[in-house]
Structure formats: C-alpha cells, structure tokens
C-alpha cells in the first residue's frame, strides 16, 4: 500500500512539473515499440519538447501508470496533467488535425 | 499468446451488446488486430471514455495476450 501511494505521487508530480509528458517503452532517441515510436514521431514532427518517461526501466510505473490511467497498454500521452491517450487516438487527431489545436489550446508551442 | 478475431468480437459485443464490430488481422499473426466498433454507449463521451469501455470488455487481455488492437471507435450516425 505504501509503495502504491509512492508510485501515484511519483506519476502526479511528472505529469504536473512536465507540460507534455510520454510514458513509453524505450527513451525518445531509441524508442522500443513501434507504438511507442509512432507517437514520438508525431511529437517530433511537431516540434513539441516533451518529456519521455522509459516504463522499461521501472516495472512499478510500468504497472502503476496502466492503474492510474485505467489504461492497459503503453505508450500513454499527458498534456498539463490530463491523460490524452494512447498511440491509436494521439494518431487520429494528429491525423485529423485536432491535435495542433489541442497543444495550442494548452499553451504549448506546436507546429502542424 | 495469440487470441482469435472470433474471440476478440465476442468479448467486445459481451460488454456492448449493440456494438457493430470488424476486425482486421494486420498481420496475419494473430497478435496485430485493428478493430472498428460502433455503439451507442459511446455517445457523448470522450475517445479515451470510448476506448476504454472497449478496454473492460475485454476483461484485462488488452496488454496481456492480446499486444496490438488498434482501435477505432464512435457512435452510431444518426
């Protein structure tokens, strides 16, 4: 229980010092999962900074992140604290260009 | 760890009864689907909210024997 709490204030306080924060498999430069590097591509693309967290190196917030954000599969994508999803729907609205308004709306510098 | 197309479609239509459903295997594998589903219990909430009612329908087997299932979901059009 008490690591629990530990691995929720940890997650909390990434997602609230870090305006757009990637929870991935791999790190940014060598992305380990094509899910994981579909998003990064995505962000890079659209030169938006960002901070990638690799879950490989840390099983508890590999486990602990799916709880926190009743979601079972890696990567998962925050924006100033809010979960914005997975690859599948990061892909969509960068597809249908949703995503460049969202960064914008959130006051992040980003290019279409 | 694969899981069949059939399987896959009857979890989803078990947790939403009037969900229309294709699956795609991408590749053949049986461990890369893409799955389109369409119900009205996706009305009015957010893609995360919609995924993740498709998520509980499969009862935790998204992320463990199922790896890859690229989703597409909405509500039916009116």
Redesign the interface.
């Known amino acids: 229980m008490m690591s629990e709490v530990t691995i929720n204030d940890r997650i909390k306080q990434d997602i609230t010092d870090n305006p757009v924060v990637l929870f991935m498999k791999g790190t940014p430069v060598f992305p380990q999962c094509g ?1 994981s590097a579909a998003v990064v591509q995505i962000l890079t693309t659209m030169g938006v900074k960002f901070k990638g967290i690799d879950v490989l190196a840390d099983p508890e917030i590999r486990q602990g992140i ?1 709880e926190f954000s ?4 890696i990567p998962q994508l925050y924006v100033k604290g809010e ?7 990061v892909r ?1 609205m960068y597809e249908n260009g949703e995503l460049e308004g969202f960064f914008k709306d959130h006051g992040i510098a980003a290019r279409a | 760890m694969a899981i069949d197309a059939a399987e896959i479609e009857r979890l989803i239509k078990s947790g939403l009864p009037d969900a229309q459903v294709r699956i795609d295997d991408l590749r053949g594998d049986g461990d890369h689907y893409a799955a389109t589903v369409i119900s009205a219990a996706f009305k009015g909430k957010s ?2 909210q919609q ?2 009612l498709v ?1 509980k329908a499969l009862q ?1 087997r ?3 024997e199922l790896h ?1 299932l ?3 979901t909405s509500p039916p059009q009116d």
């Not at chain 1, 009743?70 to 599969?73: H, I, N, V």
Request: neutral net charge; aromatic residues 14%.
């Open positions: 899910f799916k009743s979601w079972p599969t979960f914005v999803g997975g690859c599948d729907i969509e | 893609r995360v995924h993740q998520y935790g998204m992320g463990n890859a690229a989703l597409q």
